[in-house]
């Protein structure tokens, strides 16, 4: 890949007004005190009243993002709505985000599970070097309670909901870019993670069950073939064309929030120093695809996004699918 | 936008095996003789058994575009999946297609509706003159029979499943390019074609019946709105950078096959030679995402994809979302 100029000109995010905290999730699903918090990780997480649609919510974190770049709808040229879930199967969430906001705008959906905002972030960056656009907003909105099983303690503690945006311009030479990006699905790993139902698989025409509508997760599959594939793929990622990084090289790590233990052993296994990884888990949980560009939000937010860093945002995805890109502020 | 070069590879398609013809739907569906014909303006479209999944068909189109250009799985760097309706809400259909061809690739979901295609092939131009990758596959499938109310003569009768995949390079400055595009969103046209289920709107946990599975169509609707703007976006389409072209510069237009009502309608309307139009619509239907790519290879196949010639790519999908793109070959 060509390393290519990239500005992040603002972020925003949104999160619904319901905060459900795991000692709340212990009385609901009578569990001993402390069980749902010990095993999750999560202190609480935020869940959508079933009034809140997706779209409603991406819809504030493209306002909130606006507003942090004194910017009006009308200035992006291109919205490209990421998405693990969509809210229908049609027409595409870009199309009702549009329909929330009034907004006559060009857009389109991306989706690769967990990771789609890194290759979304690709393609703006092409987009945006190539003059197609002068201004993109990307944002990923993900509403994972609607698919929680209550029943499977495994996938339902570890979930929020959530949306987050960020605007991008080419910027000039001296404002950073991408200086890598790599994206590989691993096919032997495509029933690890699964929402069944939802498209022409498994519908009143197929056959389905309510159970086709829930996450469904082997996450031991998921954590034994990432273990096994990761190191290659972060070499490989690092490996980039002008410059080759190492993982000490670099700054700032922005990693997709799968669960407590998977970031963790990820940290410890790569040899990755705790501080410089941002840790939005405790209080966000697993946000599908509006994790990373949340954990970017945050990064913005707490003074961390400073010219001059190298950083890497890393996730792994339904799919399997592992995707990352490499960052110079 | 910048124009940019592009070449067109290969090209490759699948249809199920099952043809349903007009007259066979008279009698399943209790109608007078030529009643669906006369009523869908189709012969026969092609309908996918229960037994095959998109993935397997977006497979067979890939197989057979890298047969065409005698190419294997691993020269493709990018796959970029289009489609109207996925197979499942999680993971994406380039997943599915990843593990129905045993691939370990790159790739992630486009949708747009209908014109999915036109967004993809946008990003993938930029993608390869950006030197991101050296060679992109975009497929786009959708099985619209999943999808179809036979008590709804105005939805049911028009549609048809299939498969299309272009392969793309970068190519040099004579191979030609993308000249001009343009997307755009009128959202009071979003309640005109939907299938409500299948995301975060309608499931178990809001509220679901089987009708929500099923694609509603307000054709008046689609009809009014796109004569009411399809002029306008046509003009700034057709106002390319460099060159700015008219209606009758344009050598061979590509259409959604979106119905033989609304494509003569735009014919008519626009002054259009007739004979400059690819109709594959009375043997395919709508096959939604997969139409204009399906189109684009029924252009090689019968050899009016000629070098030198100015295409113009144009669709309307739900939304409503207007597309279209300008490839000088």
């Not at 703006?124 to 907003?137: D, E, H, V």
């Not at 963790?264 to 990884?277: D, E, N």
Request: aromatic share 6%; with cysteine; charged share 15%.
């Amino acid at each position: 890949m060509t390393p290519f100029s990239l500005k992040l000109i603002a972020t925003g995010k949104a999160l619904p007004t319901q905060k459900v905290s795991s000692d709340e999730l212990d009385k609901r699903l009578n569990k001993p005190a402390g069980y749902v918090q010990k095993r999750s990780g999560i202190i609480y997480r935020h869940h959508a009243d079933l009034h809140l649609t997706q779209a409603g919510l991406a819809g504030q974190a493209i306002l909130n993002a606006c507003q942090n770049a004194n910017l009006s709808l009308s200035d992006i040229d291109l919205l490209i709505a990421v998405n693990g879930v969509p809210q229908q199967a049609l027409p595409s969430t870009a199309s009702h985000i549009f329909a929330h906001l009034n907004w006559q705008g060009a857009g389109y959906d991306v989706n690769a599970s967990c990771v789609g905002f890194l290759p979304a972030l690709e393609q703006a960056g092409a987009l945006l070097n190539m003059g197609c656009y002068k201004r993109i907003a990307i944002c990923a909105s993900d509403l994972a309670s609607r698919g929680l099983n209550w029943q499977d303690d495994e996938t339902a503690l570890i979930f929020g909901d959530g949306a987050a945006c960020v605007i991008l311009e080419k910027g000039t030479d001296n404002d950073g870019g991408l200086l890598g990006f790599l994206m590989k699905s691993y096919p032997d790993g495509i029933e690890y993670c699964q929402i069944q139902a939802g498209g022409t698989a498994k519908n009143p025409k197929t056959g389905m069950c309510e159970d086709d509508f829930y996450f469904k997760m082997d996450g031991y599959g998921v954590f034994k073939k990432t273990s096994e594939v990761l190191p290659a793929f972060l070499d490989n990622l690092l490996n980039t064309p002008k410059n080759p990084l190492t993982i000490q090289k670099i700054d700032l790590w922005l990693v997709h929030q799968a669960s407590h233990l998977g970031m963790s052993h990820l940290i410890k296994r790569l040899g990755i120093a705790p501080q410089k990884v941002i840790n939005i888990y405790p209080t966000h949980g697993n946000q599908v695809s509006a994790s990373l560009p949340t954990v970017l939000h945050e990064a913005v937010s707490t003074g961390q996004w400073q010219q001059g860093k190298t950083v890497a945002l890393v996730g792994t995805g339904a799919g399997l699918t592992l995707a990352g890109a490499i960052w110079q502020i």
